[in-house]
């Protein structure tokens, strides 16, 4: 392909700001661009692939069929990217950095958030960051956040947290429907998914004992922070682990109707790679990690699965 007819860089970061947060206006401040730079970025991609990658709506942006494709790649190709900047730094540091995969809704809802308190306390160890999903980058990273039940051949699996899932819904979205006064009254209203957890319905209707639940419509995005803001806005109800959304919580814009919810075999684990020598730095951040997300949800037990190659 000509080198005019690929997308550059910083579009392809767009399209994928896009997916993530859903409005322009959001993508632009995460990226720090002007809303009309985003536009023009999103325009000049959607030129050059011929088609729509994102349908506009009252509500934001929603991927089209080819935006989900597109999306994807982009994200492979940014993590690639991710991934040469890093090797290339390391070429030139005496003690390397620490390379930590992170879910885009951990690191946003969770991790970064408190990150600032570990740098203080630790200023000698260095950690660099990836987000998008390439292979090579999840493979060579000294630590993981995964989500799962905790099996990766050649991983060991820490639990972090999220099995705590709960259903919340807006409240004005719940008080115009009726309420919920009763687990069936959950048939009435809409619900919100991930994508790549759409079974999580079906283990609540079934801790539930909701059954033959059959919702009157599902609409699912390829983010979480996306399901959230859906659930805020009143589109439907969603199952969210309570350790993502204190502050919605605690503000009443979103509830928990009759508590309702269940423990999930799916959650969020900190995965290393149970082969490689742990560094110093590394076990550091490690046992750190686990000790914020105890303060964040406190278990009892052991909560650590090794899992051989």
């Known amino acids: 392909m000509p080198r005019t007819h690929l997308p550059s860089t910083i579009g392809l970061r767009v399209v994928a700001a896009l997916a ?5 206006s959001a993508a632009s401040e995460a990226l720090h661009l002007t809303q009309s730079a985003v536009s023009k970025q999103l325009k000049s991609i959607e030129t050059l692939v011929g088609t729509p990658l994102f349908e ?7 991927p089209t069929e080819a935006g989900v494709i597109y999306i994807e790649q982009a994200r492979i190709a940014l993590g690639a990217l991710e991934t040469a900047a890093v090797r290339v730094a390391a070429l030139h540091r005496a003690q390397p950095a620490i390379l930590v995969h992170v879910l885009p809704i951990i690191g946003d809802r969770w991790f970064i958030p408190r990150f600032s308190r570990f740098a203080e ?3 000698e160890i260095e950690v660099e960051f990836t987000t998008y999903a390439a292979a090579d980058t999840v493979e060579e990273a000294d630590a993981v956040f995964r989500f799962g039940e905790g099996n990766w051949p050649g991983w060991r699996a820490d639990y972090l947290l999220g099995r705590d899932v709960i259903l919340v819904g807006a409240p004005h979205l ?3 429907a009726g309420g ?3 687990v069936q009254d959950i048939r009435r209203f809409p619900v919100l998914e991930h994508r790549q957890t759409p079974l999580r319905w079906n283990d609540f209707a079934e801790a539930s004992n909701l059954h033959d639940f059959a919702p009157i419509r599902i609409t699912r995005f390829a983010y979480y922070s996306l399901v959230i803001r859906a659930a805020i806005g009143g589109q439907g109800l969603a199952l969210v682990p309570r350790s993502l959304i204190p502050d919605e919580m605690e503000s009443g ?3 928990n109707p009759l508590g309702l919810g269940f423990q999930s075999r799916n959650c969020y684990w900190l995965t290393t790679q149970a082969t490689k020598p742990v560094s110093g730095g590394l076990a550091t951040l490690c046992e750190w990690l686990l000790h914020e997300a105890r303060q964040t949800e406190p278990m009892e037990g052991t909560n650590t699965r090794a899992v051989g190659s």
């Open 174 to 176: 719940i008080d115009r």
């Open 20 to 24: 993530q947060h859903g409005t322009a």
């Open 180 to 182: 919920i006064n009763c």
């Open 253 to 255: 814009q979103l509830v």
């Open 56 to 62: 506009r709506t009252s509500q934001g942006l929603t």
């Open 121 to 123: 306390l630790h200023p």
